[in-house]
């Protein structure tokens, strides 16, 4: 188990050097920071950047976005892109889809991930487009879905444009009976609120962590207990415990590589802690067992599919899983 003794030295007011980043929220803000950090021989641990530029295509070929030292224990949007394909394709019987996203690295890739895998499957991809951050008028983007004549619209994106498009589709004739699909950007309780949401479905992370066990030999329902007891509320976040495995996965690379010299200073090699996260294997998280391949991807990579049946009960919704994925079965 990890020292927890040295994850507080590190914290002591007194320590005054950075020796790895936990962060980013959002795929487009690791892509601007993960280059910086790169050249400053840090690691960047993100516990909610799933765009798959940022680490690989899975077959080996690095991403756009990719740089040495980047790490993750939030999935590959290649895994979600091609779990809500198949949902959708297989489960559903659907054979015509569009994609919507919103420009950003995370809604592009998980967009492309989707419409990529549909069309694996033996599906039509009738559309694929995007709408701008900002717009508030989808008349536009909602007609040019309608022409297209699909059966489920996937639109990877947030509030409040997410909000938008579905309040607006009932106003544009030939979306009567399309299927609408998001991911884990609006699976939130202001949008489950939303009356026009009701029916729709949702990929994201599977967070069914039950009696997983991490590191510090902390169990999933002892920590969601305890942050309850010290906040007064459950995580709200979907990542929380991907970010939690996050830190305890770069306290533990710190823990194996760090040498305290006669004095009491702490010296962390920059290349080693990253040779030792790159070698992350059987890793215990409190979403699975991790391990991290040669481009940073360190997900137990588990998906699931979530149907939203009531406005006034989001906490059931977003556990009302009828489809899930894992790598690992």
Not at 51 to 76: F, M
Not at 94 to 116: Q, R
Not at 145 to 171: C, K, L, M, N
Not at 192 to 212: I, K, T, V, Y
Request: proline share 3%; charged share 15%.
């Amino acid at each position: 188990m990890i020292d927890i003794a040295l994850g507080a030295r590190i914290a002591d007011a007194n320590v005054h050097f950075v020796i790895g980043v936990i962060g980013t929220t959002c795929s487009g803000a690791a892509a601007a920071a993960s280059p910086l950090l790169t050249a400053a021989g840090l690691v960047l641990i993100s516990g909610s950047n799933t765009s798959p530029s940022l680490t690989s295509n899975l077959a080996g070929i690095a991403g756009e976005n990719y740089h040495t030292g980047y790490y993750r224990t939030a999935h590959n949007d290649l895994f979600q892109g091609a779990t809500a394909a198949q949902f959708a394709f297989e489960e559903l019987g659907l054979t015509k889809a569009a994609a919507v996203h919103d420009g950003d690295p995370y809604t592009d890739g998980l967009a492309t991930a989707f419409a990529d895998a549909f069309a694996e499957f033996g599906g039509e991809v009738v559309l694929y487009t995007a709408v701008n951050k900002g717009d508030i008028d989808m008349t536009a983007v909602l007609t040019e879905v309608a022409a297209a004549g699909p059966e489920i619209v996937y639109f990877p994106i947030f509030q409040p444009e997410g909000d938008f498009i579905i309040q607006q589709a009932s106003s544009v004739a030939g979306l009567e009976d399309v299927i609408w699909f998001g991911a884990d950007g609006l699976l939130v309780d202001d949008f489950l609120a939303l009356p026009e949401s009701e029916g729709m479905f949702f990929s994201g992370p599977d967070l069914r962590f039950g009696a997983n066990v991490g590191v510090t030999g902390v169990g999933y329902d002892e920590l969601v207990a305890r942050y309850t007891a010290d906040y007064g509320e459950a995580p709200i976040a979907a990542f929380h415990a991907h970010t939690y495995d996050a830190t305890m996965l770069l306290l533990s690379a710190v823990a194996a590589v760090a040498v305290v010299g006669d004095d009491g200073t702490m010296y962390v090699d920059h290349q080693e802690l990253r040779n030792a996260l790159t070698s992350t294997s059987g890793f215990s998280g409190v979403i699975g067992t991790l391990a991290c391949d040669a481009f940073g991807d360190c997900g137990s990579q588990a998906i699931s599919i979530v149907e939203h049946l009531d406005t006034s009960d989001p906490t059931t919704s977003k556990t009302n899983v009828v489809f899930s994925f894992s790598p690992t079965g």
